[in-house]
């Protein structure tokens, strides 16, 4: 009975660079050279059996490559700054790619030359993170789609601080200090400057907590004294926020608590029933009535609260 074939023989390639297994011919693409190869299974004659030799050509196309980004390997934008445009390089002529959070302002995908133009966005309180995956495409006949690289942008929020308000204070006061607060907590530093020295605060700047210190005023009115403040975090600079400390030239009483006569001391409940005021009610116009008993020379003054 005549054989159809023969089982047992061996395969080989010409020239070198294919990785192939002798036994079952299976070909291990990745561990190849890109090129044509020869191969042929071979039968060694045995008694009874027939020997022989087959052959058949094979191409190995090379994979098409792309380079990972690295100026900067991995970008950091803040909020709202404009991300350039990036260039893919490496012997692919088109290039898809993939984005993970298309909420920092760039497309779930797309193909192309370069990864595009885009507004970094980040309107939260946390960093944000996308990966970026590039896969160089083949030309579909002497070139395969490639492996492809990953690389990662980052996209930070811009840093917030909270206005504590405008401070108000008589002079020879101890203020309290100013403590900032804003979206990013502790992570964010406050940086603040002072427009003058006039009511009291002798530092010009600085960075956190404004300090408690004594007011004073040398004039007749109220001065005062303009705290502008930016918020930084992740070298990202948020918009800046001013109040004032305001010092008018009045004594704050102690006792009670109330405000009363600052020339004597006295406070406003010392002076009930002594001092009062009218017509009550009144438009336009009213007038302070002083007990004769608080005529002693000194000077008065009144304010409205």
């Known amino acids: 009975m005549d054989r159809l074939g023969t089982s047992g023989g061996t395969y080989s390639s010409t020239p070198g660079g294919l990785s192939l297994n002798p036994a079952t011919g299976n070909v291990t693409l990745s561990a190849s050279q890109p090129g044509t190869y020869t191969v042929t299974y071979t039968v060694a004659g045995t008694a009874g059996g027939c020997g022989g ?16 980004p690295v100026n900067p390997a991995n970008p950091v934008y803040c ?3 404009l991300a350039p445009a990036t260039p893919f390089t490496g012997t ?11 909420s920092i302002g760039l497309a779930a995908s797309g193909t192309g030359t370069s990864l595009p133009s885009f507004t970094a ?63 990013m907590g ?25 300090p408690g210190y004594t007011t004073v005023n040398a004039t007749a009115g109220t001065v005062s004294t303009t705290i ?7 070298k990202c600079v948020g918009a800046p926020i001013t109040f004032t400390y305001q010092v008018g ?12 006569d600052g020339a004597t001391g006295r406070t406003a409940a010392s002076l009930a029933g002594k001092v009062s005021v009218g017509p009550n009610p009144t438009q336009n116009r009213v007038t302070v009535y002083i007990d004769a008993s608080l005529k002693t020379g000194a000077a008065y003054s009144v304010r409205l609260v």
């Open 53 to 68: 030799t087959f052959s058949t050509q094979l191409q190995v196309n090379p994979q098409a490559t792309v380079v990972a």
């Open 79 to 81: 909020n709202g700054a």
């Open 92 to 102: 692919a002529t088109q290039y898809a790619w993939t984005n993970t959070n298309p």
């Open 121 to 183: 966005t980040n309107t939260g309180a946390t960093v944000q993170y996308a990966f970026i995956n590039v896969t160089p495409l083949g030309n579909g006949t002497s070139t395969c789609d490639g492996k492809p690289i990953r690389y990662r942008i980052t996209v930070n929020p811009t840093p917030t601080v909270a206005n504590p308000g405008d401070q108000v204070y008589c002079r020879g006061v101890v203020t309290a200090p100013v403590t900032f607060t804003g979206n």
């Open 186 to 210: 502790t992570s964010a530093t406050y940086n603040w400057t002072s427009s003058s020295t006039a009511t009291g605060l002798s530092l010009t700047r600085g960075t956190g907590t404004v």
């Open 228 to 234: 502008t403040v930016r918020p930084v975090a992740n």
């Open 249 to 260: 030239n009045c004594v704050a009483q102690t006792g009670d608590g109330q405000t009363g």
